[in-house]
C-alpha cells in the first residue's frame, strides 16, 4: 500500500471536514443570530467551565459551537502540515475526536496546556514529536479540567458565569496540569493497552480515566472541594430552536457520509471492490488505511457512519430523551472515529444491540415492579457512551456477536458511574467505560476460550 498516497489523502479528509464545519457555522450564523452571534458565542465558549455534559449549543449557540469545532481542527490540522508530520489513520482517529468534543467540551483556549506538554516530553526523551501528535491531540480530552484550574477553580463560590477571573493562581495551575498530563500520559497509553490487550479500540479513555481518578481526588476530595458541576446557561439564539437542529443536523451528516461513500467509491475504480474483505476483520490490531487504502476507509466511514446516523434517528424516534444537541452531534463523530482502524457495521451493531437489550430488560422489570423509568436509550449520557462503546468491536471481531452483545450490555450497566470517578473533567468517559468492560469480558472469555488469548502485549 502506498503510504504516502495515504498521507495525502487523510490530511485532504481534514481539510474537507474543516472546511464543513465552517460552512456549518456560517449557515447556522445565516439562520439563527447572524456573525456577531456566532462571535458572542464562541466567547462564552471559550470562556465557560465545561465539564460533562455542557451542550455547548445552550453555552454558546448552535454557529459559534460550529465555529470553535472549525477553528479547533483546522489549527490542529496546520500544526501538522506545517511541522511535516505524516498522517496516519491514528492521527486521523485523533482529529475526529477533537471534532466531536468540540461540541461538549473542547475549546479554542483549552486544549493547548496539554498538547504543549506532550511536545515538551517528547522533546526532552530526543524522540521526533512529530511521530507523536496523535497523542496530543488525544490529551486534548482534558479540557474541562483545564478549563476549571483556569477558570473556577481558583475563585470557588466567587465565580461568575460569563465573566473573565483568570488569576495567577489559575494560569499557574494550568501549567501545572499541561506538564503533568504530558509527562504522564504517554506512558499511560502504553500501560492501557497492556491490561485490555487492544481489545478497546478508544485506548485513550482507559488511560486518561485513571489519570483523572487521581488528578480530581488530588485537587477536589483531598483538599475537601467539591465539583460545581456543568454551567446552567441557556443561550438566546439555542433558546426556541428545539427539534429544528434535528434536520440541520440529518443534512450535516448525510452531506458528510454520503459524501464519503461516493469519493471513496470512485476513488477505488467507481466499485466497492475488497470492501467485503475489510469487513471480515476483526479489528483487533488492524489498519485498514495501511492494508487497504484510504478509498476504502472512505467507504467504510460512509457506510458505518449512516448506520450510526440511523441508530441515533431510531432511538430519537422510539424513546423520550435528548435530540441532536451538542454532545449528540459530537457523539456521532466520536462513534465513526476509527472507521479506519478498527470499526465497521459488521463488529459494531452487536455493542449497540447489547444497549438495546440491556434497556428492554429494565423496561420489563420497572413495568413489572411499577416503577418509572430511570432512563432510555436517548438519555444524553446513553448517547454518547454507546458511541465509545463501538470501541468493543474487536471483541464482537473476534469472539462473536454474542460476544458483542454481552460487551454492550456491561458497558450501559456501568456507564453512568464511571464520570463520578474523574469528576466530569474527561472527556473519553465512554472510552473509560469501554476500557472497565473490556477489562471484565476479556478476562472471561480469554478464561472460556484459552487458545485465543493474546500473548506478547
Given at each position: 500500500?502506498?503510504?504516502?498516497?495515504?498521507?495525502?489523502?487523510?490530511?485532504?479528509?481534514?481539510?474537507?471536514?474543516?472546511?464543513?464545519?465552517?460552512?456549518?457555522?456560517?449557515?447556522?450564523?445565516?439562520?439563527?443570530?447572524?456573525?456577531?452571534?456566532?462571535?458572542?458565542?464562541?466567547?462564552?465558549?471559550?470562556?465557560?467551565?465545561?465539564?460533562?455534559?455542557?451542550?455547548?449549543?445552550?453555552?454558546?449557540?448552535?454557529?459559534?459551537?460550529?465555529?470553535?469545532?472549525?477553528?479547533?481542527?483546522?489549527?490542529?490540522?496546520?500544526?501538522?502540515?506545517?511541522?511535516?508530520?505524516?498522517?496516519?489513520?491514528?492521527?486521523?482517529?485523533?482529529?475526529?475526536?477533537?471534532?466531536?468534543?468540540?461540541?461538549?467540551?473542547?475549546?479554542?483556549?483549552?486544549?493547548?496546556?496539554?498538547?504543549?506538554?506532550?511536545?515538551?516530553?517528547?522533546?526532552?526523551?530526543?524522540?521526533?514529536?512529530?511521530?507523536?501528535?496523535?497523542?496530543?491531540?488525544?490529551?486534548?480530552?482534558?479540557?474541562?479540567?483545564?478549563?476549571?484550574?483556569?477558570?473556577?477553580?481558583p475563585v470557588g463560590k466567587g465565580f461568575v458565569l460569563g465573566e473573565?477571573?483568570?488569576?495567577?493562581?489559575?494560569?499557574?495551575?494550568?501549567?501545572?496540569?499541561?506538564?503533568?498530563?504530558?509527562?504522564?500520559?504517554?506512558?499511560?497509553?502504553?500501560?492501557?493497552?497492556?491490561?485490555?490487550?487492544?481489545?478497546?479500540?478508544?485506548?485513550?479513555?482507559?488511560?486518561?480515566?485513571?489519570?483523572?481518578?487521581?488528578?480530581?481526588?488530588?485537587?477536589?476530595?483531598?483538599?475537601?472541594?467539591?465539583?460545581?458541576?456543568?454551567?446552567?446557561?441557556?443561550?438566546?439564539?439555542?433558546?426556541?430552536?428545539?427539534?429544528?437542529?434535528?434536520?440541520?443536523?440529518?443534512?450535516?451528516?448525510?452531506?458528510?457520509?454520503?459524501?464519503?461513500?461516493?469519493?471513496?467509491?470512485?476513488?477505488?475504480?467507481?466499485?466497492?471492490?475488497?470492501?467485503?474483505?475489510?469487513?471480515?476483520?476483526?479489528?483487533?490490531?488492524?489498519?485498514?488505511?495501511?492494508?487497504?487504502?484510504?478509498?476504502?476507509?472512505?467507504?467504510?466511514?460512509?457506510?458505518?457512519?449512516?448506520?450510526?446516523?440511523?441508530?441515533?434517528?431510531?432511538?430519537?424516534?422510539?424513546?423520550?430523551?435528548?435530540?441532536?444537541?451538542?454532545?449528540?452531534?459530537?457523539?456521532?463523530?466520536?462513534?465513526?472515529?476509527?472507521?479506519?482502524?478498527?470499526?465497521?457495521?459488521?463488529?459494531?451493531?452487536?455493542?449497540?444491540?447489547?444497549?438495546?437489550?440491556?434497556?428492554?430488560?429494565?423496561?420489563?422489570?420497572?413495568?413489572?415492579?411499577?416503577?418509572?423509568?430511570?432512563?432510555?436509550?436517548?438519555?444524553?449520557?446513553?448517547?454518547?457512551?454507546?458511541?465509545?462503546?463501538?470501541?468493543?468491536?474487536?471483541?464482537?471481531?473476534?469472539?462473536?456477536?454474542?460476544?458483542?452483545?454481552?460487551?454492550?450490555?456491561?458497558?450501559?450497566?456501568?456507564?453512568?458511574?464511571?464520570?463520578?470517578?474523574?469528576?466530569?473533567?474527561?472527556?473519553?468517559?465512554?472510552?473509560?467505560?469501554?476500557?472497565?468492560?473490556?477489562?471484565?469480558?476479556?478476562?472471561?472469555?480469554?478464561?472460556?476460550?484459552?487458545?485465543?488469548?493474546?500473548?506478547?502485549?
Amino acid at each position: 500500500m502506498d503510504l504516502s498516497k495515504n498521507d495525502k489523502q487523510i490530511k485532504g479528509l481534514c481539510f474537507c471536514l474543516g472546511l464543513v464545519l465552517l460552512a456549518a457555522a456560517v449557515i447556522s450564523a445565516a439562520i439563527w443570530g447572524g456573525a456577531e452571534g456566532l462571535l458572542d458565542g464562541w466567547l462564552r465558549i471559550l470562556i465557560s467551565p465545561c465539564p460533562l455534559m455542557t451542550d455547548y449549543f445552550r453555552v454558546g449557540g448552535i454557529s459559534g459551537t460550529f465555529f470553535n469545532a472549525a477553528v479547533c481542527s483546522l489549527a490542529c490540522l496546520l500544526i501538522i502540515v506545517v511541522s511535516g508530520a505524516k498522517a496516519t489513520a491514528s492521527l486521523l482517529a485523533s482529529y475526529f475526536l477533537v471534532v466531536a468534543h468540540c461540541f461538549y467540551g473542547m475549546n479554542f483556549l483549552n486544549i493547548w496546556p496539554c498538547y504543549i506538554g506532550v511536545i515538551i516530553y517528547y522533546c526532552y526523551k530526543k524522540k521526533d514529536f512529530r511521530q507523536y501528535l496523535h497523542v496530543a491531540m488525544f490529551t486534548m480530552a482534558f479540557g474541562p479540567l483545564v478549563s476549571e484550574v483556569l477558570l473556577r477553580y481558583p475563585v470557588g463560590k466567587g465565580f461568575v458565569l460569563g465573566e473573565v477571573q483568570i488569576t495567577l493562581t489559575g494560569v499557574l495551575l494550568t501549567v501545572a496540569v499541561g506538564l503533568a498530563a504530558g509527562m504522564v500520559l504517554p506512558g499511560m497509553l502504553e500501560g492501557a493497552l497492556w491490561m485490555h490487550k487492544g481489545y478497546n479500540l478508544y485506548n485513550g479513555g482507559l488511560a486518561f480515566g485513571l489519570v483523572g481518578c487521581f488528578l480530581y481526588a488530588f485537587l477536589y476530595k483531598s483538599m475537601g472541594l467539591e465539583s460545581s458541576g456543568p454551567v446552567e446557561l441557556n443561550h438566546r439564539l439555542y433558546d426556541g430552536i428545539g427539534e429544528t437542529t434535528w434536520l440541520f443536523a440529518n443534512v450535516l451528516f448525510l452531506v458528510i457520509f454520503l459524501t464519503a461513500l461516493i469519493a471513496g467509491y470512485r476513488m477505488n475504480g467507481k466499485s466497492f471492490k475488497n470492501y467485503g474483505e475489510l469487513m471480515k476483520e476483526t479489528g483487533h490490531f488492524s489498519n485498514f488505511a495501511d492494508k487497504y487504502g484510504m478509498p476504502l476507509c472512505l467507504i467504510n466511514l460512509g457506510f458505518y457512519g449512516l448506520m450510526v446516523l440511523a441508530y441515533m434517528n431510531l432511538i430519537m424516534l422510539f424513546t423520550e430523551g435528548m435530540a441532536f444537541t451538542g454532545p449528540t452531534i459530537g457523539a456521532v463523530f466520536a462513534a465513526v472515529t476509527f472507521s479506519a482502524i478498527g470499526q465497521h457495521p459488521k463488529n459494531t451493531w452487536p455493542i449497540f444491540l447489547g444497549y438495546v437489550a440491556l434497556f428492554l430488560l429494565v423496561v420489563f422489570l420497572c413495568t413489572v415492579q411499577g416503577r418509572e423509568l430511570p432512563w432510555t436509550l436517548s438519555t444524553q449520557g446513553y448517547i454518547n457512551v454507546v458511541a465509545f462503546a463501538t470501541g468493543l468491536a474487536p471483541i464482537a471481531g473476534r469472539y462473536g456477536w454474542r460476544s458483542g452483545v454481552a460487551a454492550g450490555i456491561v458497558s450501559a450497566a456501568i456507564c453512568t458511574s464511571t464520570s463520578a470517578i474523574h469528576g466530569g473533567f474527561m472527556l473519553f468517559n465512554g472510552g473509560f467505560t469501554a476500557g472497565i468492560t473490556a477489562l471484565i469480558m476479556v478476562s472471561v472469555l480469554e478464561h472460556h476460550f484459552p487458545h485465543m488469548k493474546v500473548k506478547g502485549i
